[in-house]
């Protein structure tokens, strides 16, 4: 009865955190951002390439639910390292590394991933996988009675931003998220799977991209379905912009 009373407790907690979450205004979000995203600001110096990248984002921000796009500011961190991955940080930014870019064939690929990204900005998940670092220290707290442990460093925070685990119901609203604003921006859905499909085809545990944002069959197969229900159309896939391409050459 301890055990089972101590679980509920953290399982309402974990509700708790969750609700105070979805209704965190954007100035305190700001402030959080304020101590992770110097970590990766530092390893971003301005280039063609960022400038590129945030221009693609300002269009997908254009056609951002108002809710979404209220005090809001989303800008991109383009790093230069061979890593394939893309990360939500609290601040409005968005992380995206030249290993990424280096695996898209084309513009319409790419904005599927910001999109997706800016998913998880519209349903708080990058702020939900703090909170669910706080309660397991705060588990480890009351157990083994060491109340610094229930203080979490800078370093860590970035750290579990960086290994963050998007659910399945999570990473399919993201893509859901990008899907729809993907048509809003072109007037059709070309390239909305391709990325994906690519990268899942690739050898497991290779991928960074792969272990932080979990994809499967079912989860391309549920970006056709809506393509299908929505009866979004299909036409030519735009290139990527030429500051984009050949980027061992900068």
Same mark, same amino acid.
Request: aromatic share 8%; proline share 6%; glycine share 6%.
């Given at each position: 009865?301890?055990?089972?009373?101590?679980?509920?407790?953290?399982?309402?907690?974990?509700?708790?955190?969750?609700?105070?979450?979805?209704?965190?205004?954007?100035?305190?979000?700001?402030? &959080?951002?304020?101590?992770?995203?110097?970590?990766?600001?530092?390893?971003?110096?301005?280039?063609?390439?960022?400038?590129?990248?945030?221009?693609?984002?300002?269009?997908?921000?254009?056609? &951002?639910?108002?809710?979404?796009?209220?005090?809001?500011?989303?800008?991109?961190?383009?790093?230069?390292?061979?890593?394939?991955?893309?990360?939500?940080?609290?601040?409005?930014?968005?992380?995206?590394?030249?290993?990424?870019?280096?695996?898209?064939?084309?513009?319409?690929?790419?904005?599927?991933?910001?999109?997706?990204?800016?998913?998880?900005?519209?349903?708080?998940?990058?702020?939900?996988?703090?909170?669910?670092?706080?309660?397991?220290?705060?588990?480890?707290?009351?157990?083994?009675?060491?109340?610094?442990?229930?203080?979490?460093?800078?370093?860590?925070?970035?750290?579990?931003?960086?290994?963050?685990?998007?659910?399945?119901?999570?990473?399919?609203?993201?893509?859901?998220?990008?899907?729809?604003?993907?048509?809003?921006?072109?007037?059709?859905?070309?390239?909305?799977?391709?990325?994906?499909?690519?990268?899942?085809?690739?050898?497991?545990?290779?991928?960074?991209?792969?272990?932080?944002?979990?994809?499967?069959?079912?989860?391309?197969?549920?970006?056709?379905?809506?393509?299908?229900?929505?009866?979004?159309?299909?036409?030519?896939?735009?290139?990527?912009?030429?500051?984009?391409?050949? &980027?061992?050459?900068?």
């Amino acid at each position: 009865m301890f055990i089972g009373a101590i679980a509920l407790f953290f399982w309402l907690l974990k509700l708790f955190l969750n609700g105070i979450i979805a209704v965190i205004p954007p100035e305190v979000e700001q402030k &959080l951002g304020a101590i992770i995203v110097p970590v990766y600001e530092r390893q971003a110096e301005p280039s063609p390439q960022q400038d590129t990248l945030t221009k693609l984002l300002d269009r997908l921000e254009n056609n &951002l639910p108002e809710k979404q796009n209220s005090q809001r500011n989303y800008q991109v961190l383009y790093i230069p390292e061979s890593t394939i991955n893309a990360l939500a940080l609290p601040g409005d930014k968005i992380v995206i590394y030249q290993g990424l870019i280096e695996k898209v064939r084309s513009e319409n690929e790419l904005m599927m991933v910001l999109g997706h990204e800016l998913g998880h900005f519209a349903h708080r998940d990058h702020l939900r996988g703090l909170g669910n670092t706080l309660i397991i220290r705060a588990s480890l707290a009351f157990f083994l009675g060491d109340l610094g442990i229930f203080q979490i460093p800078v370093g860590n925070t970035v750290e579990a931003i960086a290994n963050a685990r998007y659910s399945q119901s999570q990473e399919k609203q993201a893509d859901a998220f990008g899907l729809t604003l993907l048509n809003k921006t072109y007037g059709h859905v070309a390239g909305a799977t391709d990325f994906f499909t690519r990268l899942s085809q690739e050898e497991n545990g290779t991928i960074s991209f792969l272990s932080s944002h979990p994809t499967s069959t079912e989860r391309i197969q549920k970006l056709k379905s809506l393509i299908k229900e929505n009866n979004y159309p299909s036409k030519d896939r735009s290139p990527l912009p030429p500051t984009l391409t050949n &980027l061992s050459e900068y």
